[in-house]
């Protein structure tokens, strides 16, 4: 059964550059069917997808991000990562990593349980 | 930039039958397939439809979704609502190389 686990610092001081990981068990990430995406969830609000991967090292990201993003993906170590430089308040959230089809553009399943990254001094 | 648009809540009576709408701006909503998730509190969102109208095994069939062209808006419809359904729900799709949610809706049932 397909599992995706994020894991990563809880707190990060501002400015601070934020990594987080998410480790693929169950299934290869090295699969042409599937892109590996992240989304975050600031406290009481909706879902922002920040970008996603495929396992050649193709990316996508929100150009809506007001802080540079970059994804990166290991694929021996089957895990996919979301590096932010310099992190602000407002990156506070919780980050979940999901699968999605590549073929259809499909849905995010299945979902990670979430990391919850706080930003402050 | 393509974004899509819901209702910030709705709310109905157990047994009765509510329909969500998201509706895209900026693009055609029928370019690219459309997906419903709902979030319980403290859990991570699941998927109740995808590819506009299907349904993930074990999620009943009280849940439908549709897409309706001519508003440029997708639905998501829960008939005989249970407390259970109480949950936030939101949509999504994807337009030139970029994956959009929409804003979430809050579902109270009372």
């Known amino acids: 059964q397909l599992q995706l686990q994020e894991s990563g610092p809880g707190l990060v001081k501002p400015s601070e550059p934020l990594s987080l990981t998410c480790t693929v068990s169950g299934s290869s990430i090295s699969t042409s069917d599937y892109f590996w995406g992240w989304i975050r969830q600031p406290p009481g609000m909706g879902l922002e997808w920040i970008g996603s991967?495929?396992?050649?090292?193709?990316?996508y990201y929100n150009p809506s991000l007001k802080s540079p993003v970059t994804i990166s993906v290991d694929t021996s170590k089957n895990q996919f990562s979301l590096r932010l430089n310099s992190v602000i308040a407002a990156d506070t959230a919780m980050y979940y990593c999901?699968?999605?089809?590549?073929?259809?553009?499909?849905?995010?399943?299945?979902w990670g349980q979430g990391t919850l990254v706080t930003v402050s001094s | 930039n393509f974004m899509l648009t819901q209702p910030h809540s709705v709310s109905e009576s157990p047994g009765k039958t509510v329909t969500i709408s998201c509706t895209g701006i900026?693009?055609?909503?029928?370019?690219?397939?459309v997906h419903w998730y709902r979030q319980r509190p403290g859990s991570a969102p699941t998927t109740v439809i995808y590819d506009d109208n299907k349904r993930p095994s074990g999620v009943p069939d009280r849940f439908s979704g549709s897409i309706d062209r001519s508003s440029n808006s997708a639905s998501l419809t829960i008939s005989g609502l249970k407390t259970e359904d109480e949950s936030d729900y939101y949509c999504q799709s994807y337009y030139n190389n970029i994956w959009v949610f929409g804003g979430g809706t809050k579902l109270t049932v009372l």
């Open positions: 991967i495929y396992y050649s090292g193709t990316t």
């Open positions: 999901a699968r999605h089809d590549r073929f259809s553009y499909g849905n995010f399943d299945p």
């Open positions: 900026s693009g055609s909503i029928a370019r690219n397939y």
